[in-house]
Structure formats: C-alpha cells, structure tokens
C-alpha cells in the first residue's frame, strides 16, 4: 500500500469536488435552483479534504526520513 498514491488520489478528488462546487457557484447566476449554502460547504469540505490529505504527505515523508535516519545508524 503506497501511502503517497493513496494521498494524490485523495488530492485530486478533493480538487474535482472544489472544482464542480466553484462551477455551480459560478453557474447560479443563471440557475436559481442551485444552493449556493450547499457548494460553499461543499468547497469547504473539499478544502479540509486538502489539508488532510497533504498532512498524510507530510507523515509519511517524515516516516521516510526517520527510517533512512535509523538505517545510516
């Protein structure tokens, strides 16, 4: 299990769920159907979704460096 593949994957749909949520943000203008309290949670979701993701990245490198650590010892 690569934990790095794992985050990209979990980034890039964090980035289509913004993505979707900006362009029916930017679509209700014209569209009054569309819940603008629903896409702001949803890009907000999206964001935390983000910052987890990149809290992984940032784990499991610092995993990988103390394990180099512990190998040169």
């Known amino acids: 299990m690569d934990v ?9 749909a964090a980035e289509r769920r913004f993505e979707t949520a ?4 930017a679509q ?3 569209d009054e159907r569309i819940d603008l ?3 702001m949670v ?5 964001k935390h979704h983000v910052s987890a993701n990149l ?3 940032r784990f499991a490198d610092e ?3 103390s394990l ?4 040169v010892r």
């Open 4 to 12: 790095f593949s794992i985050a990209k994957g979990g980034l890039a």
């Open 28 to 30: 209700a203008a014209t």
């Open 42 to 46: 949803e890009m907000i979701q999206a």
């Open 37 to 39: 309290g629903h896409e």
């Open 63 to 65: 995993m990988w460096k």
């Open 55 to 57: 809290k992984v990245i």
């Open 22 to 25: 900006a362009s029916r943000v």
């Open 68 to 71: 180099l650590e512990i190998q």
